[in-house]
């Protein structure tokens, strides 16, 4: 079967560093994605990664190691808008995402 | 109005109602789709339309019945439901459903099923 993992929740301090982990296993492979979603929003695209490797976007950079089927997502400098759920999903052979449950990072000050 | 927008935003029925969800994309994009979420669960891709042709239904009951007119609306008529078809329904757009193509979401129906 396929199968995303990732923690349910998570908690970190403003101003530091946070890092969420996604593993996954899946009937082919076309790309890892992040979301965010914010309590009663919609969920808005933070990172697509396809290749092995970091890909830095401002406070957020995403990681991908295809042979592990192991992602995460790196968080600097939190803020407490930052507070949200995140959500990886995986787009399989058949181009359809695979998603997990998602982590609610709570935030403190 | 620009992106994904879905009405209502709240629906409380009945299971002997019968209601329909709207969603409207503003983006251009091909394919639609709609998505149940529950708390603490995965989201469950439901049914896939790309160009007005429903091409992924996920075993859904037929209790719900989308409707797909042209490539900007996608509608969810739903009749006879139960209380665990409670839950917050998505409506997404990406440019086609055949691609690594981000999905644009709306904000979601949180429909209550009493």
């Known amino acids: 079967g396929q199968n995303i993992d990732q923690p349910t929740e998570m908690t970190a301090t403003e101003g530091a560093i946070v890092q969420i982990n996604c593993t996954y296993q899946?009937?082919?492979?076309?790309?890892l994605f992040w979301y965010q979603q914010h309590a009663g929003e919609a969920p808005t695209f933070l990172s697509y990664?396809?290749l092995d490797g970091l890909e830095e976007k401002g406070r957020f950079s995403s990681f991908l190691s295809r042979s592990k089927g192991y992602s995460y997502l790196l968080l600097k400098e939190l803020q407490m808008k930052d507070s949200a759920s995140y959500l990886c999903?995986?787009?399989?052979?058949?181009?359809?995402?695979?998603w997990g449950a998602g982590t609610k990072l709570i935030i403190k000050p | 109005e620009t992106g994904v927008t879905q009405t209502p935003r709240h629906l409380v029925m009945g299971m002997t109602n019968k209601k329909s969800l709207k969603c409207e994309q503003h983006l251009g994009h091909n394919a639609m789709y709609w998505y149940k979420q529950s708390a603490k669960k995965p989201l469950e891709l439901m049914f896939v339309?790309?160009?007005?042709?429903?091409?992924e239904n996920n075993s859904v009951p037929s209790r719900f019945s989308p409707e797909c007119p042209n490539s900007s609306h996608l509608f969810l008529h739903l009749h006879t439901l139960q209380p665990e078809d409670s839950a917050l329904y998505l409506c997404?757009?990406?440019?086609?459903?055949?691609?690594?193509?981000?999905?644009?979401f709306g904000p979601g129906t949180r429909l209550t099923v009493l």
């Open positions: 997404a757009s990406s440019q086609d459903s055949g691609g690594a193509n981000e999905q644009f």
């Open positions: 990664n396809v």
């Open positions: 999903a995986v787009m399989d052979s058949n181009y359809q995402l695979i």
């Open positions: 339309y790309n160009f007005k042709e429903q091409t």
């Open positions: 899946t009937s082919g492979f076309n790309g």
